[in-house]
């Protein structure tokens, strides 16, 4: 395995690679020294994919690489499109690229407004330069590092296969999709309704998964968002699909310690890695 590591992110490479590829946007507890937010660190966390770069740090010695953040997602966001910025956090007027997904009426846009809980990050707004320079510093170097590993596996194998990683919360908050106090399932799965990836592919996890005893949705409330939109094209055979674990699966009750789950997941992770650089490297044969 090979280890590429920038304040960015760090890359993960197999050393026999298959056209699979993993990513964690959310899973870094690191917080760059100039976020200047109102809230603890910890309370910062809120928005921590925990353990899931763990649970993934696998993939390389099955064939996939593993694009980590190294950054925290409540500084700035990989998962939405550059442009995506909430105006109202914004002191004065917003002279870039403006491509609002909708994220900010729920406080979750390329920079979060507020946490989960709906608990306001900032007692400031954010000046122009220190979006562009959370952009250019982190957020634009992670997506194009993404972008770089897929184009690379579709012009050696012809296609690419990636995992987004994420996790989620048991149950909705404040501000989450849906509304307060909706129970998640144990996976949901997202291709922003069959566009991002083959229904083979989203299929192939979805039964895996069932066979192992969990709960599984497709884009039930997750549809997926910036990263497995911004690069896939399955006509092309570059093919992006978001996973999402519950937390209450593998954490303790306090959210950031290992549950008595963990090890279960971790094992059927390894084996839906295995199952699923099998297929990829048959569909580049």
Known sequence: MNKQTTEAYTLLKAQQA?????????????????FNAA???????????????ALWAHAPAHGAHLLLAEFARTY??????????DLAMIEGEWPHSYMPSGKAHIGKSLIWRTLDDGRPIYNRKLSV?????????????????????????????????????????????????GGA????????????????CSAEFTH???????????????NDPFKGVELVRAFSNPAQGKHSLQIELNKRLYTDESGRGKGPGYEKLNQD????????ANFAKQKAA
Do not use: W
């Open 39 to 53: 809230l603890p660190m910890e309370d910062l966390r809120d928005g921590e994919d925990v353990f899931i770069d």
């Open 18 to 34: 298959v056209p699979l590829l993993m990513d964690s946007p959310h899973s870094s507890p690191t917080f760059p020294t100039d």
């Open 76 to 85: 700035i966001d990989p998962n939405r499109h550059v442009g995506d910025v």
């Open 129 to 177: 330069d220190e979006v562009q320079h959370r952009i250019q510093r982190y957020a634009l170097p992670y997506q194009t590092q993404l972008q770089n590993l897929i184009n690379e596996h579709h012009q050696q194998f012809g296609v690419c296969y990636h995992i987004n990683c994420h996790s989620m919360n048991a149950v909705s908050g404040k501000m989450g999709e």
């Open 204 to 218: 192939l996890v979805k039964d895996f998964m069932h066979q192992c005893g969990y709960e599984v949705k497709i």
């Open 269 to 276: 992770l390894i084996g839906l890695t295995t199952l699923l």
């Open 181 to 196: 106090g909706i129970p998640r399932a144990d996976v949901v799965l997202g291709d922003r309704d069959g566009s991002t």
